[in-house]
């Protein structure tokens, strides 16, 4: 046998006694529990902002996402479902995330298209408006800093951030008839 050989018979013994040796002495590691994650799930659009969507699809989708994140936390602060401090939070930081992107997605030449639900009151009291999504911010920023831990403190925190969205809503949402 040539050197050579030798060499790659010397190196492929090796590596197989060490693979056979690894296998060996590894004890398996037990299985770690499935933790379930709240279900709570912000849209792609909340996730990042994609260039190919109008101002009028993103924030579309940014409100389906807050919807989503409301049905979650609704039924809890009602007493129809457990409070779950977890999901709660998960549902702020949603509202909070799409909180900082919806007032961009307003500009003007965007009152109409895609089936939008914006009231024209929106471009008419422009600082009205903003100062309503402030109120939004602000209470979310709130019940976040809060941290509720118990329905009690979750009522009286999240609350105040659901008032704010109707409150919105009254003045600058088209309410659409199948709704």
């Not at 529990?33 to 260039?51: G, I, L, R, T, Y």
């Not at 979650?72 to 799409?98: H, I, T």
Request: proline share 6%.
């Amino acid at each position: 046998m040539s050197p050579m050989n030798k060499s790659l018979s010397l190196v492929l013994a090796v590596f197989a006694a060490t693979l056979v040796l690894s296998g060996c002495s590894r004890e398996e590691a037990p299985e770690e529990p499935q933790v379930e994650e709240p279900q709570v799930e912000a849209s792609p659009a909340a996730d990042a902002a994609d260039d190919t969507m109008s101002p009028q699809e993103e924030r579309h989708e940014l409100m389906e996402s807050v919807k989503e994140a409301a049905q979650v936390v609704g039924p809890m602060l009602q007493g129809k479902e457990d409070f779950d401090a977890e999901a709660a939070m998960a549902a702020l930081n949603v509202w909070a995330d799409v909180g900082g992107k919806f007032g961009d997605l307003f500009p003007e030449g965007t009152e109409t298209g895609y089936d939008t639900e914006a009231a024209p009151a929106i471009w008419e009291d422009r600082e009205g408006f903003n100062a309503a999504l402030m109120k939004w911010r602000d209470a979310t920023a709130a019940a976040i800093a809060a941290g509720p831990q118990t329905l009690d403190d979750a009522r009286a925190v999240i609350g105040p951030a659901f008032d704010t969205c109707k409150n919105c809503h009254d003045d600058y949402r088209i309410e659409k008839e199948d709704e």
